[in-house]
């Protein structure tokens, strides 16, 4: 059980749901900001089923966004036609690829499970990871070559990237942000580098959804007081969601990703600065 607490105003629900939506996507760690926000604010954590909430929205709006990939990578992958995209279509092994992409996150992800929602949540180890991804992302800009589309996606690649999701478990690297990164080193371009990193992150967060509804679940399911926040929790981190990858594929034809890499660093010494003043909430 990760958190308690039952009741949550609504205007937290709705603050915490355009967090969640702004931030999953964009590289510059979800977890990070969920966690610190409410410590900011002297909020209580959230519940388990808050959780749900926030990350069932996510899915939805990156479900919603690449429906059409969706299609036509599981068509395509077993043996059907599909006319769609002509750069996934030049790659007919996507979906096994992604498969074996998928593996070391849900390998890495149940061995380190209990640290991830404990003792890694803390803000020396999101502050840092903050300031060490920032500096994975400004060496991948400079790296990469950025050549490649998802036609040229190979199994050595779906395996880095898959390997680099793995760090998506320590709070403050943002899923997003360390498999970009690996995409550029592997050449790709940002929009393709990003496109797969959306797309490779929908099995690993459909999964933990189904875990996360489960221990739900197993504790008696949701509480009648939490229907709402639940609710409104998907809609506003869903709409929110969808919007932002709409805004983040649309700025990656044109610009890099400098902007997001200033402020992982000014967040990662700010969070790191306050920790050393304040007492952060069970460190």
Known sequence: MRYSVEFMPLFQVIVLGIVQGLTEFLPISSTAHLVLVPWLFGWEPHSLAFD??????????????FFRDWIQVITQGFGARFDGDPTLGR????????????LPIGVFGYIFKEQAETTWRNPTVIGTMMIAIAGVLWLAERAGRRQKDLSHLNMADAILIGLAQTLSIIPGTSRSGITIAAGLFRNFDRQAAARFSFLLSTPAV?????????????????PP?????????????????????????????????????????IFGIIVIALAQFFRFGGE
């Open 52 to 65: 749900i909430a926030l990350h069932a929205g996510t899915l939805a709006a990156i479900v919603l966004y």
């Open 91 to 102: 790659n007919r092994m996507l979906l096994w690829l992604m498969a074996v992409g998928t």
């Open 206 to 222: 459909g999964a933990a959804a189904l875990k996360d509804f489960y221990d739900l679940y197993q504790e008696g399911g949701l």
């Open 225 to 265: 007081e939490m229907q709402t926040a639940f609710l409104v929790g998907i809609l506003v981190s869903g709409l929110a969601g969808y919007l932002v990858i709409e805004f983040f594929m649309n700025y990656l034809r044109r610009r890099t990703l400098n902007l997001f890499i200033a402020y992982r660093l």
